[in-house]
């Protein structure tokens, strides 16, 4: 998130429209009027009509939504719209494979008569909405590590075209997302996600 964060601060002025399905304290806007999220009660999947919404009505800014893999998913054939006014938003997608990080069933479910079937929150595994994109002619990036993410801003920040990066995450992500704020200094919050979540994740970054 820190990344995304940088990334937006360095485009300057006129400063992006953000669009937000994940938490409003994570990242920052440096103008007024220029973030529309999903309010209170966390409404997933209206972010795709905030983007057109916006870049229509700001067309000389860079619209940049992020979103989880669930919220994108209510509507993402509206990218199809995206690719065919060539509106400039590139959404960035946690892709942790599924509601609140998937497979959410409890140790009976597991090992009960149905542990074969997939977990109704869980999502196909490695899903590619990157290439949702690309089948109607937009660019697609699929990144894995920080640098992969820096690059893929970088670029689509400069095409101001329409681009999904899919940044594919560990499951257990969405569960940190309340401990994400840059400015974090909770010892306790820290503490407890260096105990739970796997030493390989990249995305988490605590000084």
């Known amino acids: 998130m820190r990344i995304i964060r940088d990334a937006i601060l360095e485009v300057g002025s006129p400063a992006p429209i953000l669009i937000l399905e994940v938490r409003r304290s994570v990242l920052i806007q440096t103008e007024p009027r220029t973030r529309l999220d999903a309010r209170t009660w966390g409404t ?32 993402a054939m509206e990218v199809e719209t995206l690719v065919r006014y060539q509106l400039a938003v590139v959404v960035i997608v946690f892709n942790n494979g599924g509601v609140y990080g998937g497979d959410r069933r409890n140790p009976e479910e597991i090992t009960g008569p149905y542990k074969d079937d997939p977990a ?10 990157h ?22 801003l970088a670029e689509s920040f400069s095409l101001r075209k329409p681009v999904v990066i899919n940044v594919t995450i560990d499951r257990l992500f969405a ?22 979540l796997p030493t390989t994740q990249p995305y988490l970054r605590l000084s």
Do not use: Q
């Not at 983007?51 to 919220?71: M, P, W």
């Not at 109704?120 to 909405?129: K, L």
């Not at 699929?142 to 640098?147: A, H, K, Q, Y």
């Open 120 to 129: 109704p929150t869980s999502f196909v595994p490695g899903a590619a909405y």
């Open 44 to 75: 997933m999947g209206v972010g795709l009509g905030c983007y057109i919404v916006a870049v229509v009505a700001s067309h000389d800014r860079l619209v940049v939504a992020v979103e989880g893999d669930s919220g994108f998913g209510f509507s």
């Open 131 to 152: 290439v949702l994109i690309e089948a109607f002619g937009g660019r697609g990036y699929l990144v894995g590590t920080p640098d992969e993410l820096k690059s893929a």
């Open 175 to 196: 569960h940190f997302l309340n401990y994400l704020h840059p400015e974090m200094t909770s010892l306790k919050a820290k503490l407890w996600i260096r105990k739970t």
